[in-house]
C-alpha cells in the first residue's frame, strides 16, 4: 500500500504521517530529507548552490538511507542536521535541478520497494507515486504556516520573517519545471488551517481504513 501527501511547507505533513505511519505500522518517507541531505553535502563540500552541475554530482555521489524513521547520508545520521535556516533555504534552491529530482526519485524507489509507505513531499502524488493507493494535498494559509513555525521556535527569527521565507519557498516550489507542487486530479484536498494535527489524522486513517479494511 502506498499513501502519498503532498502539499506546502509547514502544513503538518510529516507530523500526520509520522502518526498515521506508526498507526498503521507502515514505513514514513519524508523526501524532503533526501533534498536536505544533498543540500547538507553540497554546503560541507564548499560547493555553490547554484552551480548545477556540481549539486548533481554531489547527489549522485551520495549514500541516502532510512533507517528507524531516521535520515542517514554517507552512513551517517544527520537527522538532527537538516533543519537549519541554511539548509531550509538552499535546499528550496537545490531542489529545482531536475538532474538533481531524478537521482533523488530513483534512490525513493529502490528504498520503498515492495514495502507499505507513507510518503509525504512536494511531487509524491504527481511523480514519484502517481498510481499510489491514496493521495492528499493539504494546504494552509500561509499566515497559519508561518505562526506554528514561528511557534515551535519564537527565538530563531522574528515571525515576518518566517512568514517572508514561507510565501518565498512556496513561490519556488510551485514554479519548478520538474516535480513542481500540484494538486493531482485524484487527490483528497484537506485545508489544515483549522484542524488540529489529531483531526487531521484522523481524517487520513478514516479514509485508509474505509477502503482497505486496516
Ligand atoms: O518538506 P521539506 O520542507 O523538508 O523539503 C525540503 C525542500 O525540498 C523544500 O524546499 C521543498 C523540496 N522538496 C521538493 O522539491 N520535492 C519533494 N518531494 C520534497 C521536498
Not at 528550496?92 to 531524478?102: D, E, G, K, L, M
Not at 507542487?181 to 484522523?202: G, P, Q, R
Amino acid at each position: 500500500m502506498i499513501i502519498a501527501i503532498d502539499g506546502p511547507a509547514g502544513v503538518g505533513k510529516s507530523s500526520v504521517a509520522k502518526t498515521v505511519a506508526r498507526e498503521l505500522g507502515i514505513y514514513y518517507l519524508n523526501s524532503g530529507n533526501f533534498y536536505r541531505g544533498v543540500t547538507l553535502r553540497v554546503l560541507r563540500n564548499h560547493i555553490d548552490p547554484s552551480d548545477n552541475e556540481a549539486c548533481e554530482r554531489q547527489a549522485s555521489e551520495a549514500v541516502f538511507d532510512v533507517r528507524d524513521g531516521r535520515f542517514y547520508l554517507d552512513g551517517e545520521d544527520v537527522e538532527d542536521k537538516l533543519h537549519t535556516p541554511e539548509i531550509d533555504l538552499n535546499a528550496s534552491r537545490i531542489s529545482v535541478n531536475p538532474a538533481v529530482r531524478a537521482i533523488v526519485n530513483k534512490r525513493i524507489h529502490e528504498l520503498t520497494k515492495k514495502i507499505s509507505i507513507i510518503a509525504e513531499g512536494r511531487d509524491m502524488t504527481t511523480v514519484v507515486f502517481p498510481d499510489a493507493d491514496f493521495k492528499f494535498f493539504f494546504d494552509a494559509k500561509p499566515e497559519v504556516r508561518a505562526q506554528r513555525r514561528f511557534d515551535q521556535n519564537p527565538e530563531a527569527m522574528p515571525y515576518e520573517q518566517v512568514l517572508s521565507e514561507i510565501i518565498e519557498r512556496d513561490t519556488i516550489d510551485r514554479n519548478k519545471p520538474v516535480g513542481g507542487l500540484k494538486i493531482a486530479e485524484d487527490s483528497l484536498y484537506i485545508d489544515t488551517s483549522y484542524l488540529t494535527l489529531n483531526e487531521v489524522c484522523e481524517k487520513v486513517l478514516k479514509t485508509v481504513r474505509l477502503s482497505s479494511k486496516i
